[in-house]
Nanobody, 116 residues
Framework: QVQLVESGGGFVQAGGSLRLSCVPSTSISSLDVMGWFRQYPGKQRELVANVHTSGTTNYDDSVKGRFTISRDNARNMLHLQMDNLKPEDTAVYYC??????????WGRGTQVTVSS
């Protein structure tokens, strides 16, 4: 069982920045894929960005050029740098980890609120 703990959410004005962090209870290098999802009220979670152990990244079109996902193996952390935030980025953000052969792991989520 892997626990994921997110931090860094909060309230920011449009155009501002936030950095989300996720700390796994196991070595981040053992997790094949890590990513960030977000969920709007009444909607399903949707992919924001993910990163593979190879370093390959994927981004939703709505965040390309504004968000950057990174794995910090030395500090055992996953980050999501969010710049030029927009009100439509307001959501609960979840950290997700995939380890082949294991069930999918989710964090408890962190709220991001962007005011116009």
């Amino acid at each position: 069982q892997v626990q994921l703990v997110e931090s860094g959410g909060g309230f920011v004005q449009a155009g501002g920045s936030l950095r989300l962090s996720c700390v796994p209870s196991t070595s981040i290098s053992s997790l094949d894929v890590m990513g960030w999802f977000r969920q709007y009220p009444g909607k399903q979670r949707e992919l924001v960005a993910n990163v593979h152990t190879s370093g390959t990244t994927n981004y939703d079109d709505s965040v390309k050029g504004r968000f950057t996902i990174s794995r910090d193996n030395a500090r055992n952390m996953l980050h999501l740098q969010m710049d030029n935030l927009k009100p439509e980025d307001t959501a609960v953000y979840y950290c997700k980890a995939v380890k082949i052969g294991d069930p999918v792991y989710w964090g408890r989520g962190t709220q991001v609120t962007v005011s116009s």
